[in-house]
């Protein structure tokens, strides 16, 4: 018997399995399982129904040019390809070349064929959109005039700020027909020139929100001037309106917390803004005043009067001054005038004449010796009360020791 290698083995049963007809090109349907992309672009995934699973592998070239939607566990999909041996491994697997959505897959399949379509238009361009209002005062509304969804906006209206004027246009939502009146819905409010635009109903299952989904309803939301929130079913159902859109909102609920701002917080915030602007205006009275003041202290530094008046005080001290001085040389003149008189009294010879003595002249001359008078001769003897003329009558010569 002849011994074979494992490649070989490996070989010889690919060339079997490439080499069978239905093998070669076959279409197998079943559910999507432990689906990964790999970083290179392939996507390698198992395809699986109640009785068994096959590996399965699509590469690049083939996800970029027939895979119109991203493939995910849990789908029902129709996948042609052909079967093959990875010889590396010894077992087989599923080369798709095409896959396609069964069933609800098919709306999913639809789905994204046109969410990329329309992407490559640029309608889901998130520089497109318009920013929403803060403050509107008046909000359309395209929803069915009966359900739960135009109820939940009311009451959120209502609880944010009832001075918001909401007009609605009752429109089908849902089965055939249902995209035309949304479209018309939301041309028509667009022509009214409002602050936002609601579109939206309550959840439901991917038939049931189709409507949303259709290419005219996308195109409308992206052609309209006036922004536009889509709340279309619960938070995990997505379609196509919520791409459009200028804002997505989960709910039609949140859609309307979205459009409306709360009074309450408004109003805080508005007396926020009323204690900063208050604020602000005290900082700059009190910097004006400041300002008025110092304007003030130099408006007074150069008033003429004020001027007159502090030269009237400086005259004033000027005069002091010199009075102080004259006072004070006049004292020092006078003290000195009595030093000297007293020192001039002290040299004169009548302040002497005190105690008897006396200043004896004869012929108008003094007496400075006895022999220079003789007999007969005038005199005059000054005294302190007054001056005695007399006429000598002898003279006497004495030797005073």
């Not at 392939?42 to 068994?52: A, C, I, N, P, Q």
């Not at 939607?69 to 697997?93: A, P």
């Not at 003030?296 to 009075?323: F, G, H, T, V, W």
């Not at 005199?379 to 006429?391: C, H, N, Q």
């Amino acid at each position: 018997m002849a011994v074979y290698t494992v490649g070989q083995v490996n070989k010889y049963i690919k060339n079997i399995l490439t080499q069978d007809y239905i093998l070669r090109s076959i279409s197998i349907q079943g559910e999507v399982s432990n689906c990964k992309y790999h970083s290179l672009g392939h996507v390698y995934f198992s395809l699986k129904d109640e009785t068994g699973s096959i590996p399965a592998v699509m590469f690049k070239s083939d996800v970029d040019n027939n895979l119109k939607f991203k493939l995910e566990n849990g789908q029902s999909v129709v996948i042609g390809g052909s079967i093959s041996v990875y010889e590396r491994d010894g077992r087989y697997q599923l080369y798709a070349k095409t896959i396609k959505l069964q069933g609800v897959g098919s709306l999913y399949e639809q789905f994204e064929r046109l969410k990329y379509q329309l992407n490559e238009e640029g309608l889901f361009d998130p520089d497109n959109r318009k920013p929403i209002p803060k403050y509107p005062k008046t909000v359309g509304i395209v929803t069915a005039k009966t359900g739960a969804a135009i109820q939940d906006i009311m009451n959120v209206a209502r609880r944010r700020n009832p001075y918001v004027q909401l007009i609605l246009y009752p429109a089908k939502v849902q089965g055939e027909g249902a995209a035309e009146t949304i479209v018309k819905g939301i041309q028509t409010l667009d022509a009214m020139n409002l602050d936002t635009i609601i579109i939206g109903r309550g959840g439901g299952s991917m038939e049931e929100l189709w409507a949303f989904n259709e290419e005219p309803v996308v195109r409308a939301i992206y052609a309209a001037k006036t922004p536009i929130i889509s709340g279309v079913g619960h938070e995990v159902d997505i379609t196509l309106s919520d791409y459009a859109a200028d804002l997505r909102a989960p709910t039609p609920s949140a859609a309307c917390e979205l459009a409306i701002p709360d009074m309450s917080n408004t109003l805080i915030q508005l007396r926020s803004v009323e204690r900063a602007i208050f604020n602000c205006m005290d900082n700059k009275l009190a910097l004006a005043k400041s300002r008025i003041s110092q304007l003030d202290m130099r408006l007074n530094s150069q008033n003429p009067i004020l001027r007159l008046e502090q030269q009237k005080q400086y005259l004033a001290d000027c005069y002091d001054a010199i009075s102080r001085a004259m006072r004070q040389k006049f004292e020092y003149a006078n003290n000195r005038y009595q030093l000297l008189l007293a020192r001039l009294n002290g040299a004169s010879p009548t302040a002497k004449l005190v105690g008897g003595f006396g200043y004896a002249e004869a012929n108008g001359h003094p007496i400075e010796d006895v022999r220079t008078v003789k007999a007969g001769d005038s005199l005059e003897l000054t005294v302190k009360s007054g001056l005695i003329r007399a006429t000598v009558e002898d003279v006497i010569v004495k030797e005073i020791v």
